[in-house]
């Protein structure tokens, strides 16, 4: 009985273990997402709308198999701007359930990046639950770091989405998609208990493991612009 016990504990411990990992890993991956899409001065995120942003979403690999409504399409990050305007938060994590993602759905595996722009999609992000296209106005984000950002569609807009697949970056609708927190990536990270309002607007210390995506988010837009 005492070795079924002990075993019992040594898989629970590495359960735990996996789901840290798996915690640490996606932040890892968002990192790469981030720097990857950066990188590229004609097909990234153009930088007078990332100065601007109040908050960045990254949503690494999301996979093919789960664009059915309804379904879980990922898990990802959520990084704001400090009170002051300079440098981001520790991240909060976000689940992606539902709507449509245009012509990207064919792509086998997508990454999937969201700019809030302004203070008032800020607070709708950190709450528990909220559709874009319903709750906060989305447009699908230009693409290229000189790219004419202030179209309309821009500065209406409270939400700017991206994604990327099979090498492509682009643009792209994400109307329906529903954003919730994910509570078991925050106390992964940050134990039980936490919320993302309480996470962003608290100052906490980031995790180690976001400490990639932070300085990357830093190197390319460290303080927000008016």
């Given at each position: 009985m005492r070795l079924l016990i002990a075993g019992f504990i040594l898989v629970l411990a590495a359960f735990g273990a996996?789901?840290?990992?798996?915690?640490?890993?996606r932040l890892a991956n968002a990192a790469t997402v981030f720097e990857e899409i950066m990188g590229t001065a004609d097909k990234s995120i153009p930088q007078k709308i990332l100065d601007k942003s109040q908050c960045a979403?990254?949503?690494p690999g999301l996979k093919k198999g789960a664009f059915i409504v309804g379904a879980k399409y990922g898990r990802g990050f959520v990084f704001c701007r400090n009170a002051n305007g300079t440098g981001w938060s520790a991240p909060g994590a976000v689940r992606v359930e539902g709507g449509s993602f245009g012509l990207q759905i064919g792509g086998?595996?997508?990454d999937v990046v969201m700019l809030?722009?302004?203070a008032k999609g800020a607070e709708r992000l950190l709450s528990n639950?909220?559709?874009i296209g319903a709750d906060a106005s989305a447009a699908a984000g230009p693409v290229g770091r000189t790219a004419q950002a202030d179209t309309d569609a821009t500065l209406r807009a409270e939400i700017l989405t991206w994604s990327r697949a099979r090498g492509v970056f682009a643009g792209v609708s994400l109307q329906g998609a529903t954003l919730r927190q994910d509570g078991d990536a925050l106390t992964d990270?940050?134990?039980s208990g936490q919320t993302n309002k309480q996470i962003v607007e608290s100052g906490k210390p980031a995790p180690a493991a976001a400490q990639k995506v932070l300085d990357l988010l830093n190197k390319y837009?460290?303080?927000?612009v008016s």
């Open positions: 996996d789901k840290d990992s798996d915690t640490t890993k979403v990254i949503v086998s595996e997508t809030v722009m302004n639950k909220f559709t990270l940050y134990g837009s460290a303080r927000k």
